[in-house]
């Protein structure tokens, strides 16, 4: 009998404290969890494990959300992985972008408590 492999997620986000939250969050669902601060780590991450899913911010140091959801979206290894938008950004112009450039779902963080959002990313995964 195979052992089912756990999800692999990669958290991106510059709070610290969303960070540890969502990240304590996924792994009491059995998730590998990865963490990012800036979208150039994020970048480096994803390339390495090739995430299940990325929850992103959409600003951030170095390299903005935008800029690396499209990096994201360009490189066929992820091309099986869900993106989702987890971010201040309310503007529908900012909805629209992200959508345009592969992003599949968009949570402004002031609508959606963490519990929401970890609902959001299990049913994403399953």
Same mark, same amino acid.
């Given at each position: 009998?195979?052992?089912? =492999?756990?999800?692999? /997620?990669?958290?991106?986000?510059?709070?610290?404290?969303?960070l540890q939250i /969502? &990240?304590?969050?996924?792994?009491?669902?059995?998730? &590998?969890?990865?963490?990012?601060?800036?979208? &150039? =780590?994020?970048?480096?991450?994803?390339?390495?494990?090739?995430?299940?899913? /990325?929850? /992103?911010?959409?600003?951030?140091?170095?390299?903005?959300?935008?800029?690396?959801?499209e990096k994201l979206?360009?490189? =066929?290894?992820?091309?099986?992985?869900?993106?989702?938008?987890?971010?201040q950004l309310s503007?529908?112009?900012?909805?629209?972008?992200? =959508?345009?450039?592969?992003?599949?779902?968009?949570?402004?963080?002031?609508?959606?408590?963490?519990?929401?959002?970890?609902?959001?990313? &299990?049913?994403?995964?399953?």
């Amino acid at each position: 009998m195979s052992e089912k =492999k756990a999800h692999k /997620i990669l958290v991106v986000d510059d709070n610290q404290f969303y960070l540890q939250i /969502i &990240e304590s969050e996924l792994k009491k669902l059995g998730c &590998e969890v990865f963490t990012a601060q800036d979208g &150039e =780590k994020a970048l480096s991450i994803a390339d390495k494990e090739l995430p299940d899913l /990325i929850l /992103i911010d959409l600003i951030l140091p170095k390299v903005d959300g935008f800029e690396v959801i499209e990096k994201l979206s360009k490189n =066929k290894d992820l091309n099986d992985s869900k993106i989702i938008v987890f971010s201040q950004l309310s503007q529908q112009e900012d909805i629209d972008k992200v =959508k345009k450039l592969g992003a599949d779902a968009y949570m402004i963080k002031k609508d959606f408590s963490v519990k929401e959002l970890v609902d959001k990313i &299990e049913s994403m995964i399953k």
